[in-house]
């Protein structure tokens, strides 16, 4: 049953990121549009944070989660316009494609900290 777990979750990272990735730029926004693909990044992320991720990669996991998050936060400031001077689709596909990304790893994150908090406040041994 955990073989199935971990190629399940392992599923969901792979599809994850390539809808991150092709999500983000087909979107043609600098977020993806499309609320099917919203919902597969949630749902993906919900089980990469669930099957994926173990308490030694915790620390990494949410360190990069909230680099990702940050990142998509930044994209739709005005510090993101120097890319549109060189290209908009550019920056709108860059956008959303570090958008999509966020979407995926925000679950995921949330679990992380979930399952970290409550394994630091268990006893040690």
């Not at 777990?5 to 549009?33: C, D, N, R």
């Not at 099957?51 to 360190?63: D, H, S």
């Not at 990142?71 to 739709?76: M, V």
Request: negative net charge; without cysteine.
């Amino acid at each position: 049953m955990s073989n199935i777990l971990a190629l399940v979750g392992k599923i969901a990272f792979v599809v994850g990121v390539l809808f991150a990735i092709f999500g983000g730029i087909w979107g043609g926004e600098s977020y993806p549009t499309k609320e099917w693909v919203i919902w597969v990044l949630l749902i993906a992320g919900v089980l990469i944070g669930v099957l994926n991720v173990t308490a030694k990669e915790a620390p990494t996991v949410l360190a990069a989660s909230v680099a990702l998050i940050i990142l998509a936060i930044w994209g739709f400031t005005p510090a993101a316009a120097p890319i549109a001077l060189v290209s908009e689709t550019l920056a709108e596909n860059l956008q959303g494609v570090v958008s999509a990304f966020g979407l995926l790893m925000a679950p995921a994150a949330i679990i992380v900290a979930i399952k970290a908090v409550i394994a630091t406040a268990q006893p040690g041994d």
